[in-house]
């Protein structure tokens, strides 16, 4: 809530008739003060002057143009040109479909790993990209916007593939009203509350569209996958498919089917039969083979031992598969995603569909520090947090493979999306310097932990890892400590700063909202921000969660939580169902803590702070060079301690500086001096570069912030060089 829910009555009036009245939408588009004037607002005082500014200019940039034609279910026509045989002795094929709202702007690797786990088996398979079709409709900015930009508690993407009892206009103005603009206001400008209505108009038509298609008489099993914003519309084709093909079994399967989700939404939906829970590779080709062997009759998985161990059942035959884990991670197959590079073959002129696209990589599953100690807000993983690995051979195998088959070609480099929750430190051993030794040209992502070294930063970056995501989430060493990261606030700031360096982009969001927090853990954090301008910025700054599966729902009272809700959006979107059953679906919930969280206007500085560096971070600079012997800085930081954009160090504080570039007590400070300092020097140079914004303190650490030109810098080794072959590595500093 607070300062965006704030919305006056006309604004309020505006976007409510907007989001749910097409007529209106209409009458905006041919004459915006006539239409204000209906609604009650005066197109000609202060605010109504504002708001038809605002929406004449949403349509002379071309707003409002979303509509959705033949063309969007081109993915069925894709799978339709697929081989196939007419004999009608061979088995029809089966059909994996992704729904919205999943990336456009790769293939899903969870159907893809299904669809060579079949083919192992020889069973055929075609994989439906059913989201591009939607992206390409309604634009795929739009798309990613509500996919992937939108408030993840809010559920937009799903309440616009929603369909309920309650009237349509009376849904729409509780969930604008309750959701969007209550909680959500930032998200909630005219641009988007009226492409929103129009999208929410589109939803039912396009899954008509997509179920009505005669390609479904190939096939004899439909699986759906489902992770985030997936759900509602998976679960809607699956209702409009079996009441048009009553004969095709539907199959479920992803992170919303994990734990007791799964078994909610095999209970509430009948048009699903089987939910698959966990890893279900190593055995969707004997379920098929099986399934079929039995005729798919209801109660073949209760007639046969190896599945009735395996599984829920419902009644009529309906059940949870229980797949628990992958026995081995070599054993799993390839992901084929030639249907997604098909399916972008065909997108008309002038598409918004991605051009630049990634391709998904696994090296492994679940979290090894999880294991450790499982951060608190974090529900990834759910039932399988256990740590498992692909060997290096294999893993490099596979990735030449992927970038073989598809990516741009030899003198371009492939993106890769790693998609594994955290990077086996044993591959620094192994499988990365084996990648920088080879000829293939990639940029790869991964998700790390935020307390690597200097060389193994190298290593990843030799290794063409250009993209990281290193879960700092906070700046306060109290919070990191409750929140069980295993890291500092210089340890954060080192990472950080040894990327920009080496070039490498690091995502990465702030958290607050932690059960015990005080302002004090965030009194400092603008004053820091401004210092650390030249370093990658947050991307967001919003309230941790109690998500399914983290110890904060698992064991909220141990943390001072009093209470856990589901949020609000769920209401809106499964309201048909009782309130038990939204809970048992929901993934996110509202903590109520038995102490006070941290102040609003302290919150609100904090957002600004993390505002004004996004803002100067394009421009700031804070780097320092050897020049023969001291150290120039250049320091273009807005918020800089000293006037002059260009300086010199003096020879102690030069010497301090460098060896400051990784964190250290002050008592180690002289130990690592390139230039002996004398002793009693040191603390005023330590001063000196505090007092300039060039070092930060924390108790008796300190971190060096300029990004250091190493290749002049007074050390017999310039530059950290990796030792032949490294101990099993903890990250550790």
């Not at 039969?273 to 080709?285: C, H, P, Q, S, T």
């Not at 060493?477 to 929140?483: E, F, I, K, V």
């Not at 998500?547 to 959006?569: M, N, Q």
């Not at 690592?672 to 000196?688: C, D, H």
Request: hydrophobic share 40%.
């Amino acid at each position: 809530m607070g300062v965006f829910s704030e919305f006056s009555g006309d604004q309020r009036a505006l976007l409510t008739r907007t989001f749910i009245d097409p007529a209106f939408r209409e009458a905006l588009r041919d004459d915006v003060s006539s239409a204000l004037c209906a609604i009650g607002i005066e197109p000609s005082n202060e605010l109504g002057v504002s708001m038809r500014k605002e929406i004449e200019e949403f349509f002379a940039h071309g707003g409002g143009s979303c509509l959705l034609d033949e063309r969007a279910t081109v993915s069925l026509d894709v799978a339709a040109a697929n081989p196939t045989t007419q004999d009608a002795t061979v088995s029809p094929r089966v059909a994996f479909v992704v729904m919205p709202w999943a990336e456009t702007r790769w293939a899903s690797i969870g159907v893809s790993l299904l669809q060579s786990a079949l083919a192992m088996s020889s069973i055929a398979s075609d994989v439906i990209y059913a989201n591009l079709d939607f992206a390409e409709a309604v634009g795929n900015s739009m798309y990613n916007r509500i996919g992937t930009s939108s408030p993840k508690v809010a559920l937009v993407g799903e309440w616009l593939f929603a369909e309920s009892s309650i009237d349509a206009t009376d849904s729409g103005e509780r969930f604008l009203n309750d959701v969007l603009l209550d909680e959500h206001g930032e998200f909630a400008d005219f641009s988007t509350i009226f492409q929103l209505g129009e999208i929410k108009a589109l939803t039912a038509p396009f899954l008509d569209a997509l179920a009505c298609h005669e390609i479904w008489e190939r096939y004899d099993l439909v699986g759906l996958t489902s992770t985030f914003q997936q759900n509602v519309a998976a679960l809607g084709f699956a209702r409009r498919l079996k009441q048009r093909h009553p004969n095709i079994t539907v199959i479920m399967g992803g992170g919303n089917c994990e734990g007791p989700m799964g078994s909610a939404i095999l209970r509430n939906f009948p048009a699903i039969d089987y939910v698959f829970r966990g890893e279900a590779e190593w055995l969707i080709g004997r379920f098929v083979s099986d399934f079929r062997a039995a005729g798919a009759r209801p109660d073949w998985i209760e007639s046969n031992p190896f599945w009735r161990g395996r599984a829920e059942v419902h009644p009529g035959g309906r059940a949870v598969v229980l797949a628990g884990t992958a026995p081995s991670m070599d054993d799993l197959p390839v992901p084929e995603y030639h249907d997604f590079y098909a399916r972008l073959r065909t997108s008309r002129a002038g598409s918004s569909l991605p051009v630049d696209t990634a391709v998904p990589l696994e090296t492994s599953r679940g979290c090894w520090w999880g294991e450790k100690k499982h951060c608190t807000f974090c529900g990834l993983n759910g039932m399988t947090m256990a740590f498992r690995s692909k060997s290096a051979t294999r893993a490099f195998d596979e990735l030449r493979r992927l970038v073989h088959d598809y990516g741009p070609g030899p003198k371009r480099r492939t993106n890769v999306l790693v998609v594994d929750n955290i990077l086996d430190y044993r591959y620094f051993n192994d499988l990365l310097p084996m990648i920088a030794r080879s000829d293939l040209k990639v940029s790869l992502h991964y998700e790390v932990k935020a307390n690597l070294r200097l060389d193994q930063l190298m290593l990843l970056r030799d290794a063409g890892v250009y993209h990281l995501q290193p879960g700092i989430e906070s700046m306060s060493n109290r919070l990191l400590t409750a929140m069980r990261k295993g890291t500092t606030r210089l340890r954060n700031l080192q990472t950080m700063k040894w990327c920009t360096e080496l070039g490498i982009d690091v995502s990465w969001n702030y958290l607050h909202g932690f059960p015990g927090e005080t302002d004090d853990d965030y009194a400092d954090l603008p004053h820091l921000f401004s210092l650390v301008s030249h370093m990658s910025p947050p991307e967001h700054v919003g309230p941790a969660r109690a998500d399914r599966f983290s110890p904060f729902y698992e064991s909220g009272k141990d943390f001072g939580i009093v209470e856990l809700t589901h949020e609000t959006a769920y209401d809106h979107v499964y309201a048909d169902l009782p309130s038990a059953e939204r809970r048992e679906i929901a993934y996110f919930f509202r903590m109520y803590c038995d102490e006070p969280l941290a102040s609003e206007h302290v919150l609100a500085a904090l957002t600004s702070a993390a505002e004004r560096w996004r803002h100067d971070h394009a421009e700031a600079r804070l780097e320092a060079s050897w020049m023969g012997d001291h150290l120039r800085v250049i320091d273009t930081r807005p918020a800089r301690p000293r006037p002059e954009t260009e300086f010199d160090l003096d020879a102690a504080a030069s010497s301090v500086l460098i060896a400051l570039d990784q964190l250290r007590s002050a008592q180690a400070i002289e130990r690592a001096l390139p230039i002996p300092v004398p002793s009693t020097e040191i603390t005023g140079a330590l001063e000196r570069l505090l007092h300039a914004g060039l070092v930060v303190r924390d108790d008796d650490s300190y971190l060096a912030l300029p990004i250091l030109h190493r290749r002049r810098l007074p050390s017999a080794k310039p530059a950290v060089r990796l030792p032949r072959e490294l101990p099993i590595l903890t990250g550790t500093t």
